[in-house]
């Protein structure tokens, strides 16, 4: 499955154009104490980017290859218990300031699938969507059953 590879990868969204993309995740790693957890040396930083018709490319997301899975779950750990909340103008002076988050990456299908099972947790009343070592999960209320989400096709089912 393409999800395979990606289980030692972050995504940042919130990323100001034109800035130096390792120092800023490295600032980010910072403010979210884990710069003694991932070493500068054991990451690679790629940007992502997006063209639209008649206007440069730019820049909408980082992914963070860090050295193993182990440091990938111990940075999510950090975040979900420490809730921090971040912007760009916390790293740059930049108006208006953008929100920054971390979250696992996801390949572009399960990102997709991702997105339509958001917009089924709204009309149908789910309470809970997450994403857990690259698996999309729904849950209706807090006691009810998880249904692991595959595929578009899963989402008929629902």
Do not use: C
Not at 82 to 90: F, G, H, I, Q, V
Not at 94 to 107: D, G, K, R, T, V
Not at 152 to 158: A, F, P, Q, R, V
């Amino acid at each position: 499955m393409a999800q395979e590879g990606n289980k030692n990868k972050l995504e940042i969204t919130g990323v100001p154009q034109n800035v130096d993309y390792v120092a800023y995740t490295e600032k980010i790693f910072e403010k979210i104490k884990v710069n003694q957890v991932v070493k500068k040396e054991e990451y690679h930083v790629e940007k992502i980017t997006v063209k639209k018709p008649n206007s440069p490319p730019q820049v909408k997301s980082l992914v963070v290859t860090l050295k193993n899975n182990q440091i990938r779950d111990s940075v999510l750990e950090t975040l979900k218990r420490d809730k921090p909340r971040m912007s760009t103008a916390d790293f740059i002076n930049q108006q208006p300031a953008l929100p920054i988050f971390i979250n696992e990456y996801l390949s572009p299908y399960l990102k997709k699938l991702f997105y339509e099972a958001k917009k089924i947790k709204g009309d149908k009343n789910y309470e809970y969507l997450w994403v857990k070592n690259g698996q999309i999960l729904l849950k209706k209320t807090a006691g009810g059953k998880v249904m692991r989400l595959t595929s578009m096709e899963d989402l008929g089912k629902i």
